[in-house]
């Protein structure tokens, strides 16, 4: 059984909305001004929340130019491992200001650390929950830390296998997490939707027992609509002002606008979702009357037998059901009918 998963207050479950966490990672670019207003931008758009990365450059790599530290592909392709996260790193100086910026204009705010020490700082500031990312997965140790906060945690899946996601939970659990949810995930930046399998979501949560979301690389919303018609019940998108505006993450990222569709139709789909019903909806109750009926196309005398060239199945639907047709052939009329009449029990003979 999945259980209920709980971010400050917020009720994180297929019986609520889905929770939308908006992905600040580098955009930032190097301004506290731009990462606030990202922030706001989160808010307008009606994202649940923002998040934020928390390490050093010497926390995540060396700083090394040997060939294993360099990146020869890709998005990023040119740089050291060193050089991308020197240019990607919120300062930690930063952190205080922007929980206190989020807290003043009511969204919520939470980090992934990186280390244990971005841990601790984090508690300082009493972030109400933490996320591992995809390439932290693995570390083990990195999870129990985490854990041991007893916080609400989320661990994002990318490139992990099905094992390696079993041992991030077995060590999360293990060392004390209150409550543990799960990001289906792709770790390319973009990544095509058609690597997203997302079917697997649904087997996530039957395997695994705890909520399944999905952290959506892809460049527009439509993989994580389609999440939440399986279960989703957190959507994580990157997001910027200006997918042209230069920082190592802003080329995959969802604008503001695009922000805005994405929560409205997430919550769209997750309405239309609603539960397994065959009865008659309040939006279709005014056009019952417009459904096919049985009607006279001819005029028959008192006592006249009812032959298949009298009656019709036709709109609108104020005479017998179609399904009587049979039943009302052969049948002798009690009065006078015309054109036009309704079918009805209480003018038929036996």
Known sequence: MTKTFVINGRKIDTSEPPYVIAEL???????????????SSAKKSGAD??????????????????????????????KSLFELYESAFLPWEWHANLFEYAKEIGITIFSSPFDNSAVDLLEDLNAPAYKIASFEAIDLELIKYVASTRKPLII????????????????????????????????????????????????????????????????????????????????????TLDRQGGGPDDTFSLEPQELSVLCRDARTAWSALGRVSYEKKPSELGNIKFRRSL?????LKAGQLIEPEHIRSIRPGF???????????????????????RVSWDILTE
């Not at 009607?295 to 005029?299: A, I, L, S």
């Not at 005479?319 to 009449?341: C, F, M, N, T």
């Open 25 to 39: 990672s580098a955009n930032h670019n190097g301004s506290i001004k731009r990462a606030k207003e990202i922030i």
């Open 49 to 78: 929340a923002v998040k934020i990365q928390t390490y050093r450059p010497e926390i995540i790599t060396l700083k090394s130019n040997a060939p294993d530290f360099r990146i020869d592909e890709g998005l990023w392709a040119g």
């Open 156 to 239: 994002s899946t990318g490139m992990a296998d099905f094992d390696e996601i079993r041992e991030a939970l077995e060590a999360a659990h293990e060392a004390g997490a209150s409550s543990v949810a799960l990001l289906h995930c792709v770790s390319g930046y973009p990544a095509p939707a058609e690597d997203y399998n997302l079917k697997t979501i649904t087997d996530m949560k039957k395997q695994f027992g705890v909520p399944v979301g999905i952290s959506d690389h892809t460049l527009d919303n439509a993989t994580a609509i389609a999440a939440v018609a399986l279960g989703a019940t957190i959507i994580e998108k990157h997001v």
């Open 295 to 299: 009607y006279f196309v001819g005029e």
């Open 319 to 341: 005479g017998l059901a179609p399904k009587h047709y049979s039943e009302v052939i052969g049948k002798k009329v009690k009065r006078q009918v015309v054109r036009g009449d």
